[in-house]
């Protein structure tokens, strides 16, 4: 059965007689926020144990083997709820055949999909079965994005006029997961800054990157590697005359890393948080991006970001001392211990 996704947003508890639901759709961030809407709710009425898996590290067997393990309530009389990341079709008709069968089941299964094809017969039982539920996301329209925005604001305490958040919403893409980033960002720059930012510095510190496709000095310096720095620095910022350039690529590659280790504390496997980045990281990219992943603390990437904004409002004020800063700052990283020096 097919329902929208602002009908499970603001109705939840309608949904709570279901044990099968399923998330689908190229606005991942609204893929999540719905399955952690239907389990925070059942969670909260009654005590689940929570089980995470990614379809893609299955193979035959093992979901029919996990979903007859958890089919009972344990000792404790808890119930079980399976959230799996649907990765790969390739384990289709095993599930079907569970959930089709599985009349007297006991645990909630609630299933995370990127875009699936409307031939794909997971969607397929799901759209024609009463006793599950489908909800696709689509991207944010207006109305959700700036209620989005608002919130995540609210939620802060931090404050502008209906007008302002307006502005800040129409500058923002229209997927969740990379509304999400930029929001964070502006809560950070709100809670360092001294004094309120005006909405107009705001909008100067969203992504500036439109490509998704850091340039290979970028990755570069993340790794540490000094051998041609000046004249790497030179040529990428027209021998110093366009410093914030730079400065907004490492704080946009940084925030990627960051958001990739959060989804990995959520339960996300390496492979799928990095999947799930909009724009992708490229193949090319794809190893490297893994170390610095790998490498880096999240105190540690949160750390650095802040000395980054700190000279990021220093350019956007006109500071006589933005470059110095910036480039004190590219010294004290390329030198520190804690951080990956090579690749």
């Not at 929208?4 to 709570?16: G, H, I, M």
């Not at 898996?53 to 404790?76: C, M, P, Q, V, W």
């Not at 990627?256 to 490229?282: C, T, W």
Request: aromatic share 10%; hydrophobic share 35%.
């Amino acid at each position: 059965m097919i329902t929208k996704f602002d009908t499970v947003e603001n109705n939840p508890r309608e949904f709570l007689k279901y044990k099968n639901y399923l998330f689908h759709g190229s606005n991942l961030g609204k893929v999540g926020d719905g399955a952690k809407i239907i389990s925070d709710l059942k969670i909260s009425i009654q005590k689940f144990t929570i089980i995470k898996i990614h379809s893609d590290e299955l193979k035959k067997g093992d979901f029919l083997e996990i979903a007859t393990r958890y089919n009972e309530a344990d000792i404790f009389g808890n119930k079980t709820l399976i959230i799996v990341n649907l990765n790969s079709e390739k384990l289709n008709a095993e599930i079907i055949n569970f959930l089709t069968q599985s009349k007297t089941r006991e645990f909630t299964i609630i299933f995370k999909s990127d875009q699936l094809s409307p031939r794909s017969s997971i969607r397929t039982f799901f759209e024609k079965n009463e006793q599950s539920i489908l909800v696709p996301c689509y991207e944010e329209n207006d109305s959700e994005k700036l209620k989005l925005v608002a919130g995540c604001l609210k939620k802060e305490n931090i404050s502008y006029s209906t007008s302002e958040i307006k502005l800040l919403s129409d500058s923002l893409s229209n997927k969740r997961l990379e509304i999400k980033n930029e929001i964070e960002k502006i809560i950070i720059l709100t809670k360092t800054a001294k004094e309120k930012i005006p909405i107009d510095n705001i909008l100067n510190y969203i992504s500036e990157s439109t490509d998704g496709n850091p340039s290979d000095f970028v990755f570069s310096i993340i790794s540490k590697k000094k051998g041609f720095l000046v004249t790497d620095l030179n040529r990428f910022t027209d021998y110093g005359k366009d410093n914030s350039k730079l400065l907004s690529y490492l704080i946009d590659y940084l925030f990627r890393i960051l958001m990739v280790k959060q989804e990995i504390n959520e339960g996300r496997s390496l492979d799928s948080a990095i999947r799930n980045l909009r724009p992708p990281i490229f193949f090319k990219y794809r190893k490297l991006f893994e170390f610095h992943v790998q490498s880096f603390k999240e105190n540690e990437i949160q750390k650095v970001l802040k000395n980054l904004y700190t000279c990021k409002k220093k350019f956007l004020s006109n500071s006589w001392s933005s470059d110095p800063c910036f480039l004190l700052e590219l010294i004290k990283f390329l030198n520190s211990s804690s951080l990956p020096k090579n690749s």
